[in-house]
Nanobody, 126 residues
Framework: VQLQASGGGLVQAGGTLRLSCAAA????????VGWFRQAPGKERAFVAA????????YYSDSVKGQFTISRDVAKNTVYLQMTSLKPEDTAVYYC????????????????????WGKGTQVTVSS
């Protein structure tokens, strides 16, 4: 199973980007999908997640109200809409898929993820 994150780029502070996480060779229908990010010199951190049916979403406190996660079943893709971007949002963003039970909080645990994308760079200039 393979995921591919895309949509990153260079944007000014206050700008908007939409990241995409597409699955190749398998259906995401039964997977919860999460976004993580790794800023320079820092450990990778959880950002947001969406349940397999799209009915539940979960965000880190640092992006709540700023980012929105969604999924398009027909396109087999999960999105992360990022608004009001700040320089501290600069990071490599990764998507990951989880197949299993539990509350949305389990999506914060990287070790639970069965598939990872390669990451896409987001750079926010001040």
């Amino acid at each position: 199973v393979q995921l591919q994150a895309s949509g990153g780029g260079l944007v000014q502070a206050g700008g908007t980007l939409r990241l995409s996480c597409a699955a190749a060779g398998f259906s995401l229908d039964y997977y919860a999908v999460g976004w993580f990010r790794q800023a320079p010199g820092k450990e990778r951190a959880f950002v947001a997640a969406i349940s397999s049916n799209g009915g539940r979403t979960y965000y880190s406190d640092s992006v709540k109200g700023q980012f929105t996660i969604s999924r398009d079943v027909a396109k087999n893709t999960v999105y992360l809409q990022m608004t009001s971007l700040k320089p501290e949002d600069t990071a490599v963003y990764y998507c990951a898929a989880y197949l299993g039970p539990g509350p949305m909080a389990v999506m914060e645990d990287e070790w639970r993820m069965s598939s990872w994308g390669k990451g896409t760079q987001v750079t926010v200039s001040s």
